[in-house]
Each structure stands twice: as structure tokens, then as C-alpha cells.
């Protein structure tokens, strides 16, 4: 990866979007305090008069691109091999841009924004392709492809639907999430369950594509989840929390098995597995990312100061696990590599 305009490498000033190096004045204790914060490998800001924030941030499937959703409605991808933008600017509707995902093949990309706009795009053209009727009660929070290229879209009336992106036919029954605005939206690997997290503090579990629950809705704790994420191998769930902790629940007893773990601050809105399985990132409304070693089930590395101005909004591993990607308030992606785990082997 190389340093340019768009990514650059931290500590080396290359322009707006660096935020390491290029302190006009820092005192000696914030100098020292600064030597032993990790820092970023690289930073990207979508646009320098961009106002607010970075609210998501996704791979694709081989790691080549990073797609980010803005405040600004729009959704900008860039090529990690080469550090420049991939195609054109995005515009998934007229609010801000609040989830995005790709197919597991990586042809489509699907953006949806606080209107209830949902669109799906063509990766290598940057065309619109898909069907109108996805769209639907706003704000949509959470999108999630399954294996077989079908779309789940979690809406701002409490409902999820999956979708067959290019015709528009709905697959299967839709689901309530819970009494409030549906938050997350996520499918098990194998496609065979869905989890979604709700503003009303609940994650529910159900079959695809039946629609049929799994078990009773896993409580958490006080106000919403903001996210739910199944683990590789499926058998757990993650969930980002409004109280400020990060549970994660045993599909096979509906208990939590490890947790609930503090996340730091008010609020947890995003929790992402690495690909291994191993290690959990969460994303927190102070400004920091936190990892546990779920081998260990301990806290590990220091917690990284992704955004300066205050909330981290997202977070995704690569699909190597070599990076993390930050969505961040002051509307900058970072790339961080995330701690090395004393229980690898």
C-alpha cells in the first residue's frame, strides 16, 4: 500500500486527511502520550468539506476495494492496490448514507440511506441495478447479502424483507425485528439464519427462509442494539450496545457466553469478527476501538484512537484480517492493524 493523496502513511503530513504529523503545536505530555497510541497505517477523507460523518465501511470480498457511507448521502469506493478512487461517487439518496454491502461474489454493492432509499449498484460500471421497490420505511440501517446473492434490508418501521436485488420479488416472509426501528441486520454464513438488532433492545434469531423465530428474543441490555453480527463459524452472535457493553450469545443455549464485555463509553454502535474468528473489535461512541481475544476471552492491545472528534461509528476487518477499516464522526476512514493475539499459534 503505498502513501499518496487519498491514503497516507501515518506520521508523514500529506494533506487534510492526515491527523498524525501535522500538529502545528503539541505540549510534551501530549507528545508523549501520542508516542505510545497506536496509529493508523493509513488514512482517507471522502471529501475535505464533507460535514459529519463516516457512517459505515465495508471490504469487498478479496479486500481490493473499501466502500464508505457519508453523511453527505453519497458512497465512495477506492482501490486498495493502486490508492486511488474506484469508479464514480455513489449517491444513495438525498440523507445520509447509513449502510452499505457487498455480494459475496463482489459484483453488486447495496447502499441505503436515512430515507429509506435503497439501491444496488453495479461494481465495475457504477450503474444502478437494481429494483426501486427495495426501498421502503426509513431511516434503513443495516443491509446484509446471503451466499446465494439475495438482500436483507432492516427498516425504519421495525421490519426486515429479503430481496432478490434485480427483480424485486421478496424471498420468503418478512420478519418483525422488534417494536422499534430494526438497527442490524445479519445472515449466518451459511445463510440458513438471519439475526437483527432492534432500537427496542432486542436481537432475534430466525430461519431463511421460512421467517420462522429461533428460540425466544435475547434480552440485552438497557436501550437499543445497534448491531448484530454472527461469528464465522456461525455459532455466535455479536451485538454492539446502547448501555455500553458488547454481548455475545450461544445460539445453542440462548445465553451469553462471554460478556457482557465494557466497551469504554455510553455507547457501543458496531462490532465486527475478524475473519479467524478469534478476535472482536468494537466501535465506540468515545472515539476508540476496543479488541478481545475471544480465545482468552480477555481485552487485548490498547484501545485505538481512531477519531479524534469523538464517536466511531463502524468497523470492518479485511478479509486477510491484516487491517481494520474505522468509520469515523470527523469523516475519516482509517486502517489500523489490529493487535497480534498471544494465543495464536
Request: net charge neutral.
Amino acid at each position: 500500500m503505498r502513501a499518496s493523496a487519498a491514503f497516507c502513511l501515518a506520521g508523514v503530513a500529506a494533506g487534510a486527511g492526515l491527523y498524525f504529523g501535522n500538529l502545528a503545536y503539541v505540549s510534551a505530555n501530549d507528545a508523549r502520550q501520542a508516542a505510545h497510541q497506536p496509529k493508523p497505517v493509513a488514512t482517507f477523507q471522502a471529501d475535505v468539506a464533507l460535514k459529519g460523518g463516516v457512517n459505515a465501511v465495508a471490504f469487498s470480498p478479496k479486500g481490493a476495494l473499501l466502500a464508505a457511507a457519508d453523511a453527505d448521502g453519497t458512497v465512495r469506493l477506492w482501490n486498495l492496490a493502486n490508492d486511488r478512487p474506484f469508479g464514480r461517487v455513489l449517491t444513495a439518496g438525498t440523507e445520509p448514507a447509513k449502510a452499505i454491502a457487498f455480494s459475496l461474489d463482489g459484483k453488486l454493492l447495496a447502499t441505503a440511506d436515512a430515507d429509506g432509499t435503497v439501491r444496488v449498484w453495479d461494481v465495475a460500471t457504477s450503474r444502478s441495478v437494481g429494483s426501486s421497490r427495495l426501498s421502503g420505511p426509513g431511516p434503513v440501517s443495516g443491509l446484509a447479502f446471503d451466499s446465494g446473492g439475495d438482500l436483507a434490508v432492516a427498516y425504519g418501521d421495525g421490519t426486515v424483507q429479503v430481496w432478490s436485488p434485480l427483480s424485486g420479488e421478496t424471498v420468503g416472509s418478512s420478519v418483525r425485528a422488534g417494536t422499534e426501528a430494526a438497527y442490524g441486520v445479519s445472515f449466518r454464513p451459511d445463510g440458513s439464519l438471519l439475526a437483527t438488532a432492534d432500537m427496542d433492545g432486542t436481537v432475534r434469531v430466525w430461519q431463511t427462509p421460512s421467517g420462522t423465530a429461533v428460540g425466544r428474543p435475547l434480552p440485552e441490555g438497557k436501550g437499543a442494539v445497534y448491531q448484530a453480527v454472527f461469528s464465522p463459524d456461525g455459532g455466535l452472535v455479536a451485538s454492539a450496545d446502547d448501555d455500553g457493553t458488547v454481548r455475545l450469545w450461544s445460539l445453542v443455549i440462548s445465553q451469553p457466553v462471554i460478556g457482557p464485555l465494557p466497551g469504554g463509553s455510553p455507547r457501543v454502535y458496531g462490532v465486527a469478527f475478524s475473519p479467524d474468528g478469534k478476535l472482536l473489535a468494537a466501535a465506540n461512541q468515545d472515539g476508540k476501538v476496543r479488541f478481545w481475544d475471544l480465545v482468552t476471552d480477555r481485552q487485548v492491545g490498547t484501545p485505538l484512537p481512531a477519531d479524534s472528534g469523538g464517536v466511531v461509528y463502524k468497523v470492518a476487518f479485511s478479509p486477510d484480517g491484516k487491517f481494520l477499516a474505522t468509520a469515523d464522526a470527523d469523516g475519516t476512514v482509517r486502517l489500523w492493524a489490529p493487535p497480534k493475539l498471544s494465543s495464536a499459534p
